[in-house]
């Protein structure tokens, strides 16, 4: 058994010494107790002959096996196995070194039978008394001041939780367990009784007088932790929580690292398996670009890329602010990992091509888009087109030129049966992705095509994105009410912002070009109900912060679809993916159409409207604005081809803004 080397601190020396100190006692003491503490005078002699061979004997024996390391206060049970080796080391020692030195000494048999036992007993206990007086100490002068709570589960999640929470300045004093398990009830976990059942919480705490819970059931399912929250706010209490599973597994936060409960605890899902081998093998050691890499998808992207070691992470985005918060957190987290920020726009030609020439990505994650309904349904609906249509178009024929392997777009489901301008032009952009597919699948057909992987991934909101309608409630909620929900009736898909990347990460790898992959949202959550929810979690009642409802805003629906009526999926290897079949697309429809987003100037919303309509039999606008131009299609200009040289540049920028109710994620 080796240690490292080093000279010793005056504290190591000062436990070694005590341990030499314990040697000396636990001899003497063996003799005491052999004779039933009457030390015949013919055995001192040996006594003393002796306790000269055994107590440096056993002393070297200490230091080899590294006892003085220990740090008392925190001494546990690696400590306690590291005590037996070495006495037991020393049970053998002791007698052997008797003989082969030939001690001329009367060694009783039980002294060297007791003599471990006492040893064992002297270092072991008096570390253990030590690491009790020291926890029982802190924790008297840390309690005057602590606040009572009640612990809901007592499973592994809350034998750590109370250890850290004994040994950490807490403001929590842990007054008792609650668990459904029949068999914990009535026993105690680091001296804290479990009380009932988790039903039985509400009862104990207005009998106690606490006003605080905490969650302590991470591995439970989302809809368990709802139901019980839900039960324990309806009561009056305030609810915490444990980190997830996946934050404490990822060592992001300890255990003891109580927060609020939140919307992502209650509404997520069960956590995604990943082929992490497939991942590995696809991102390790190669050159990641992410566009749109400060926005709420984007950024959660490029951390989950990094978990698998890409030899170089590009980050793309048009905000210098944005970009900034990622480069310092990367600097901050991982600063192993090679990361190049660069500013720049998906609608840049030039700049994309000077991005791909430097770098030479493997794989590009897009996720670059304007998301907010209302925002380009009025006043920027030809922008949209630009950003989302134009500029996916850009970037892929720069990612081909550049022989990137494969090419994800992150779409949305508004771009089913798209009801708004946002999500028309995002059916345009999977549209773009379709053309540009391999085609066949032969090794001719790769070439032509220039081997890249086109593939969309479309889900629909995402819980905490910036731009998405909880922030909007949290701030009504906390400025008094009231909280404004469009209709009573509206509903939506949710999902995890982590959740959702790894999905995104999971279509790129299975994807082979063209597909649309589709995410398993999901059940649907009324909006209303998801307000309610909210105003419970921040302690109020409906009677204190009114819901009124405004009305639909232009563009919106009342429910959201993940596929289109004359799409069917298919299954994918991965539970929560499956593969829309879309329609078939006319190549020189979808020139035409890029040709006019790339000539026009100034067309007004309604003129972009008029166009979709045309273009895309699908979109039906909720509320078809007044003065519709029927602009037909006869005499826009053609191109060649849908890969030719022609730069599309533009000033439009890289949108980072995600979903909610009123946006694209």
Same mark, same amino acid.
């Given at each position: #058994?080796?240690?490292?080397?080093?000279?010793?601190?005056?504290?190591?020396?000062?436990?070694?010494?005590?341990?030499?100190?314990?040697?000396?006692?636990?001899?003497?003491?063996?003799?005491?107790?052999?004779?039933?503490?009457?030390?015949?005078?013919?055995?001192?002699?040996?006594?003393?002959?002796?306790?000269?061979?055994?107590?440096?004997?056993?002393?070297?024996?200490?230091?080899?096996?590294?006892?003085?390391?220990?740090?008392?206060?925190?001494?546990?049970?690696?400590?306690?196995?590291?005590?037996?080796?070495?006495?037991?080391?020393?049970?053998?020692?002791?007698?052997?070194?008797?003989?082969?030195?030939?001690? @001329?000494?009367?060694?009783?048999?039980?002294?060297?039978?007791?003599?471990?036992?006492?040893?064992?007993?002297?270092?072991?206990?008096?570390?253990?008394?030590?690491?009790?007086? *020291?926890?029982?100490?802190?924790?008297?002068?840390?309690?005057?001041?602590?606040?009572?709570?009640?612990?809901?589960?007592?499973?592994?999640?809350? &034998?750590?939780?109370?250890?850290?929470?004994?040994?950490?300045?807490?403001?929590?004093?842990?007054?008792?367990?609650?668990?459904?398990?029949?068999? *914990?009830?009535?026993?105690?976990?680091?001296?804290?009784? !479990?009380?009932?059942?988790?039903?039985?919480?509400?009862?104990?705490?207005?009998? #106690?007088?606490?006003?605080?819970?905490?969650?302590?059931?991470?591995?439970?399912?989302h809809a368990v932790r709802r139901q019980w929250t839900e039960t324990f706010t309806a009561a009056g209490l305030n609810v915490?929580?444990?980190?997830?599973?996946?934050?404490?597994? =990822?060592?992001?936060?300890?255990?003891?690292?109580?927060?609020?409960?939140?919307?992502?605890?209650?509404?997520?899902?069960?956590?995604?398996?990943?082929?992490?081998?497939?991942?590995?093998?696809?991102?390790?050691?190669? !050159?990641?670009?992410?566009?749109? +890499? %400060?926005?709420?998808?984007?950024?959660?992207?490029?951390?989950?890329?990094?978990?698998?070691?890409?030899?170089?992470?590009?980050?793309?985005?048009?905000?210098?602010?944005?970009?900034?918060?990622?480069?310092?957190?990367?600097?901050?987290?991982?600063?192993?990992?090679?990361?190049?920020?660069?500013?720049? &726009?998906?609608?840049?030609?030039?700049?994309?091509?000077?991005?791909?020439?430097?770098?030479?990505?493997?794989?590009?994650?897009?996720?670059?888009?304007?998301?907010?309904?209302?925002?380009?349904?009025?006043?920027?609906?030809?922008?949209?087109?630009? =950003?989302? !249509?134009?500029?996916?178009?850009?970037?892929?024929?720069?990612?081909? +030129?550049?022989?990137?392997?494969?090419?994800?777009?992150?779409?949305?489901?508004?771009?089913?049966?798209?009801? =708004?301008? #946002?999500?028309?032009?995002?059916?345009?952009?999977? #549209?773009?992705?379709?053309?540009?597919?391999?085609?066949?699948?032969?090794?001719?057909?790769?070439?032509?095509?220039?081997?890249?992987?086109?593939?969309?991934?479309?889900?629909?909101?995402?819980?905490?994105?910036?731009?998405?309608?909880?922030? *909007?409630? @949290?701030?009504?909620?906390?400025? %008094?009410?009231?909280?404004?929900?469009?209709?009573?009736?509206?509903?939506?898909?949710?999902?995890?912002?982590?959740?959702?990347?790894?999905?995104?990460?999971?279509?790129?790898?299975?994807?082979?070009?063209?597909?649309?992959?589709?995410?398993?949202?999901?059940?649907?959550?009324?909006?209303?109900?998801?307000?309610?929810?909210?105003?419970?979690?921040?302690?109020?009642?409906?009677?204190?912060?009114?819901?009124?409802?405004? %009305?639909?805003?232009?563009?919106? *629906?009342?429910?959201?679809?993940?596929?289109?009526?004359?799409?069917?999926?298919?299954?994918?290897?991965?539970?929560?993916?499956?593969?829309?079949?879309?329609?078939?697309?006319?190549?020189? @429809?979808?020139?035409?159409?890029?040709?006019?987003?790339?000539?026009? +100037?100034?067309?007004?919303?309604?003129?972009?409207?008029?166009?979709?309509?045309?273009?895309?039999?699908?979109?039906?606008?909720?509320?078809?604005?007044?003065?519709?131009?029927?602009?037909?299609?006869?005499?826009?200009?053609?191109?060649?081809?849908?890969?030719?040289?022609?730069?599309?540049?533009?000033?439009?920028?890289?949108?980072?803004?995600?979903?909610?109710?009123?946006?694209?994620?």
């Amino acid at each position: #058994m080796r240690y490292p080397k080093g000279a010793p601190s005056s504290r190591s020396l000062l436990v070694l010494a005590y341990d030499t100190l314990a040697s000396l006692a636990a001899w003497v003491a063996a003799y005491w107790l052999r004779f039933n503490m009457q030390l015949p005078p013919e055995y001192l002699p040996g006594l003393l002959d002796t306790v000269l061979w055994v107590v440096p004997l056993q002393t070297l024996i200490f230091w080899r096996f590294g006892l003085y390391r220990g740090i008392w206060r925190f001494a546990s049970l690696p400590d306690l196995r590291r005590i037996l080796i070495a006495v037991g080391v020393v049970a053998l020692a002791t007698p052997a070194a008797l003989i082969l030195f030939r001690i @001329q000494a009367i060694v009783p048999r039980s002294v060297l039978l007791l003599d471990p036992l006492l040893l064992i007993l002297i270092m072991g206990g008096s570390r253990l008394m030590y690491r009790l007086w *020291k926890e029982h100490r802190l924790t008297g002068l840390l309690s005057r001041d602590r606040q009572s709570v009640l612990v809901a589960g007592a499973g592994s999640a809350a &034998d750590v939780l109370l250890r850290e929470l004994k040994r950490s300045p807490s403001r929590w004093r842990v007054e008792g367990l609650f668990d459904d398990d029949e068999g *914990k009830i009535g026993r105690r976990m680091q001296d804290i009784p !479990v009380l009932g059942r988790l039903a039985d919480l509400p009862r104990y705490a207005r009998h #106690m007088d606490v006003r605080d819970v905490i969650l302590a059931l991470p591995s439970a399912q989302h809809a368990v932790r709802r139901q019980w929250t839900e039960t324990f706010t309806a009561a009056g209490l305030n609810v915490l929580t444990v980190p997830s599973l996946e934050d404490l597994m =990822n060592g992001r936060v300890a255990i003891s690292s109580l927060r609020p409960i939140q919307l992502d605890d209650l509404l997520g899902r069960d956590p995604v398996k990943l082929d992490d081998a497939g991942l590995s093998q696809c991102l390790g050691n190669a !050159v990641i670009l992410v566009t749109g +890499a %400060g926005g709420s998808i984007g950024s959660e992207l490029c951390r989950q890329i990094a978990h698998f070691r890409p030899a170089c992470l590009v980050m793309l985005e048009q905000s210098e602010y944005a970009l900034y918060c990622m480069e310092q957190e990367f600097a901050r987290r991982m600063p192993e990992l090679r990361v190049v920020s660069v500013i720049g &726009d998906v609608k840049d030609a030039r700049r994309l091509d000077e991005i791909m020439s430097a770098h030479r990505p493997s794989v590009v994650f897009h996720a670059a888009a304007y998301k907010h309904v209302p925002l380009m349904e009025q006043e920027n609906a030809l922008q949209a087109l630009k =950003n989302n !249509v134009l500029g996916t178009f850009v970037l892929a024929r720069a990612a081909r +030129a550049a022989g990137v392997h494969k090419f994800v777009m992150v779409s949305t489901d508004k771009a089913v049966n798209p009801t =708004n301008v #946002m999500g028309a032009s995002k059916r345009l952009a999977e #549209m773009v992705c379709q053309v540009l597919r391999p085609r066949g699948g032969g090794p001719a057909d790769q070439a032509d095509s220039g081997g890249t992987r086109f593939i969309s991934v479309r889900f629909g909101n995402v819980l905490g994105s910036s731009g998405s309608v909880i922030p *909007k409630f @949290q701030q009504q909620i906390e400025s %008094g009410g009231p909280v404004t929900v469009t209709h009573p009736e509206i509903t939506r898909f949710f999902m995890s912002i982590p959740e959702a990347a790894q999905l995104v990460l999971q279509a790129g790898l299975m994807g082979e070009g063209g597909e649309i992959f589709v995410l398993d949202m999901g059940e649907p959550i009324r909006i209303a109900d998801l307000a309610r929810l909210m105003i419970k979690l921040a302690g109020k009642t409906e009677d204190e912060i009114e819901i009124v409802y405004s %009305g639909l805003r232009p563009g919106e *629906k009342l429910y959201e679809e993940l596929l289109a009526d004359e799409e069917t999926t298919l299954p994918t290897p991965h539970p929560k993916l499956r593969v829309a079949r879309a329609r078939a697309v006319d190549e020189t @429809q979808l020139r035409a159409i890029l040709d006019w987003i790339e000539g026009t +100037a100034g067309s007004s919303d309604d003129q972009v409207r008029a166009r979709l309509r045309e273009w895309l039999p699908e979109y039906r606008p909720s509320e078809a604005p007044s003065g519709l131009l029927q602009i037909p299609l006869d005499g826009l200009g053609r191109r060649e081809s849908l890969g030719d040289g022609g730069g599309y540049a533009g000033l439009g920028a890289v949108g980072h803004v995600a979903g909610g109710v009123e946006t694209g994620h």
